[in-house]
C-alpha cells in the first residue's frame, strides 16, 4: 500500500541536537518541509557514512526550508553516546529522533518486527505533514543525500507549481513538463 499523501500520525519523542536532549512532536513538523531518514541503529557500519553526508548538507536543506530528523529505535541517551565517541557522528547538527518504542517506525511502516529495528528508509514531508515522496533500501545499500536534495527541491517546486511536472534528473531552473489534460491519467 502506497504511503503518498499519508498524513504523519501524532507522535512526541525525545531526540538529541546540539548536545541537548528535547522532545520533538508533530506539531514542530507542520508549516515546514521535512526529512525523515530511518536508519537501523547506532554504532554500525553504513549509517554514519549515510548519517555524515546529510550533516555536510544539512545547511543547504535548511536554506530551502527543509528539516533532517534521522531516527532509529535507539534511545536518545544512545544518539548521545554514539555522537560523544564518533567523529563522524560529532557533525551533525540535526535533530536524531529516538524511537525505542517503535511508534515512528510503525506509521512510517519500516520497522523490522523480529529485530526490532527501522530499514533504510527516506520520507519527504510536507508542510502539510503528508508524505509526498518516500524510498525504503536494503540494510546493506547507503543512501545519498544530494540526490535526496534534488528530491527535495523537485517536491517543493511541484507543490508550489501544480500543473507541472518534474522530469528525471531535474534540477532548479530547468525545464519542467506541463501535461496536456489528454495525458494526466497516464502520470
Known sequence: MSMIN?????FSVQAFQDNEFKTVTKEDILGKWSVFFFYPADFTFICPTELEDLANKYEEFRQIGCEIYSVSCDTHFVHKAWHDASDRIKKIQYPMLADPTHALAKGFQVLIEEDGLAERGTFIVNPEGKIVAYEVNAGNVGRNADELF??????QFVHE?????CPAKWQPGEETLKPSLDLVGLL
Open 6 to 10: 499519508k498524513e504523519v500520525s501524532e
Open 150 to 155: 534534488r528530491k527535495v527541491q523537485a517536491s
Open 161 to 165: 507549481h501544480g500543473d507541472e511536472v
